[in-house]
């Protein structure tokens, strides 16, 4: 009996060696570490687990192991949003006011194959629209680089083209005028500029784009007529700025009538 006693302590150890082990190698939520078990089939903690051992994994990983899935939804700006974007990507000489605009979050998978979360400010009549364009492209696997509020770049279109960023409302210029981008109304959305570069006055932008200018030589990330990105956004009536005399691989934008 005292064998038998030893034997089950012995194999009860072993498993929550096992257990640790895998806690430590769990990435943090960042990294994703529940989308792992979600590509896997498996689920949080483990079914077969006894309930002692999953406290115990829940102990050790919480964080990690219950990162919410890739999640979609639509709604107005906080208070603390709004603070957030006055002064910077929305000033009191903006065509549009905070109300006519719209928080829009979305999952969406990095060149890595690991599944995030992002954030975009859109016109608040394209916000539910926007949202059904990126779970189609999550669904389809299409990767991004970055999907954040233009304020971690301090507004500065450059900047966040160059951190492979994609977004979609900021009040700014086209470049070479005096006319406001469409993404002043929150009506234009840039998708992976590195790979999606705009091409004007013998110039590349990003300038890392340059290895992305042979448009048949196609790569994770790059827009072309008739794949999932093209098809997603020109489906429901947006423009693509590739066809342009200056092309500008990266933009898309859907007009809204004006009152």
Known sequence: MKRSQGK??????????ILLLLASCVPGPEDSGASLIRMAGGSFPPA??????????RAIGQAAWEAPPASFGVRELTEEEALLVT???????????LEELAMVTVGYWDFDGTE??????????LGSEVMDIFQELYEAGF?????????????EDTRSMEANNTYAFC??????????????????????PVQNPYLVG??????SGNDYLNRQDVRPGMITPGDACYNAFTSRGWSWGGYWASPDYQHFEKPLPID
């Open 87 to 97: 002064g910077s990507s929305w000033t009191l000489a903006s065509p549009v006011g």
């Open 48 to 57: 077969s687990l006894p309930a002692a051992h999953a406290d115990i994994f």
């Open 143 to 155: 990767p991004m680089g970055n999907i954040r509020l233009v304020e971690e770049f301090d507004a």
């Open 8 to 17: 089950v302590k012995r194999v009860v150890k072993s498993e929550l060696v």
């Open 171 to 192: 009040t700014r210029n086209i470049a070479g005028t005096r006319r406001y981008s469409l993404h002043s109304y929150g009506v234009a959305v840039d998708i992976n």
């Open 202 to 207: 013998g110039e590349v932008y990003p300038s």
């Open 116 to 125: 995030r979360q992002g954030q975009l400010i859109v016109a608040r009549e």
